[in-house]
């Protein structure tokens, strides 16, 4: 590697909420810029624009933000490696695919979409690993040029060496070594134009001059594949650092269906951001004096990656609101009233919820008790009544049925009224449950009242990663309950 100005980038794609994941990864990309005097790029990776939208984008940005991780270049701010956002830069990859094809280091495919379908089977069936067989591999450069120009449909795959090993080095684990014989011929260009991952990803680095790759563990079985790819444009990769994953307290990889794992959740519920990224800055990583307590600048500070750990970093939520905790604390009465005001009862948060309790209240104070579900952490599921609202069935039957429908709700497109309540309905009519019943129960999980506010509407105010959080509490919570 030269001694080039340190240079990094997140580039998350825009498919989904913003993930704390994405915001762990920042936070190490960001400090270590900071600390070498190095600029900090953000790239929105929107290739799959299936997925893709704009109100993701929006909030990714405006978590990042709320947080205090600025960047130096991005497709808010600009910059002189623009445009930012892949979407913008189809053109740019094509030639490069081309260039690729054109040296002997990819090559295009024509297989349909059955064939490889009919491979992917058969391998299953041999219990082979699933891979692209190279039946496009060695068709004449002129029969496959005049294939691609007759309009017939093509993707373009990397053409890996079939013998020896790829050794990259990653400056946390040292050599990683692979067998080019385990590597597929991954597709770079898609049918539609558009780059995988793996193409964009390495073309954007060299291209923005990205001297460090800072990334969660997850892509290391990418990084052969990013390593033959700068060897075949002839490149100087970046240094490769892959930061341990966080996990779940069982240790699996954390995901929504065991911790909220939505920034924004974490900004409704109360959490300070200094706390979130001072929570995050213990993920895998210890200060030299062993302070758990710190601000973003003095972790700047003290920034090596010498101290990250490979152990994989638990995202303890209770270490989460003991460290949130301390910082309220370190607040004066005014900044805490001001916080109040911005974050908890501003307008836009009290609005949706006034004329849903208008109704019920006689006084200005019912408001402070109707309304407090809206603003808790979590509720308390009362027993009791959900057995009543069941005619006393097995409360572990009922976990299974919410369990199902906490599952169901990834598959919701938009969680708005109309669409929420079309959902729950018609997961009644298939599970073959009561809709009185099933109603109750989601009520008493979401709101821990049997009289309450309108249930979808207020499921909607709350949001999808808050509603979540509180059906698995319930689900938790029916699963561990014995009879007296």
Known sequence: MTD???????APSPT?????????IALFNYAFAR?????????????????????????????LRWLGLDWDEGPDVGGPSGPYKQSQRKQIYFEYAMKLVESGHAYPCFCTAERLED???????????PMYDGKCRNIPKAEAASRMASGEPYVIRLAVPREGDSVVQDSLRGPVRFNNAEIDDQVLLKSDGFPTYHLANVVDDHLMGVTHVIRAEEWINSLPKHYLLYEAFGWEPPQFIHMPLLRNKDKSKISKRKNPVNIEYYRSIGILPQALLNFLGLMG??????????????????????????GGPVFDVDKLMWLNGTYIRTLDDGQLLDLLQSEVFNTKRLAPIVPLLKERMRTLGDFVDGASFYFAHQVELPIAEVMRATKQRDPKETARYLKQFLKSLDNLPEFT??????????FCEESGLKTR??????????????????????????????CAQRLRAAVETLNAYRPQ
Not at 119 to 129: G, I
């Open 4 to 10: 080039k100005p340190v240079k990094v980038r997140i």
């Open 16 to 24: 989904g909420d913003p993930h704390v994941g994405t915001a762990y």
């Open 35 to 63: 600390k070498m005097n190095g600029k900090f790029i953000l790239r929105i990776e929107d290739t799959d624009q299936a997925r893709s939208t704009q109100a993701s984008e929006d909030a990714i940005i405006r978590s």
């Open 119 to 129: 491979l992917r089977r058969k391998q299953r069936l041999l219990k082979q690993k």
């Open 285 to 310: 990583y210890s200060m030299p004096d062993g302070r758990e307590v710190f601000s973003l600048d003095e972790f700047v500070a003290d920034f090596s990656f010498d101290r990250v750990s490979l």
């Open 417 to 426: 009224n109309d669409a929420l309540e079309a959902h729950m309905r018609t």
């Open 437 to 466: 019943e099933f109603f109750m129960v989601v009520r008493l999980a979401i709101t821990g009242r049997r009289a309450s506010p309108p249930l979808v509407q207020s499921m909607t105010i709350l949001g999808r990663a808050a």
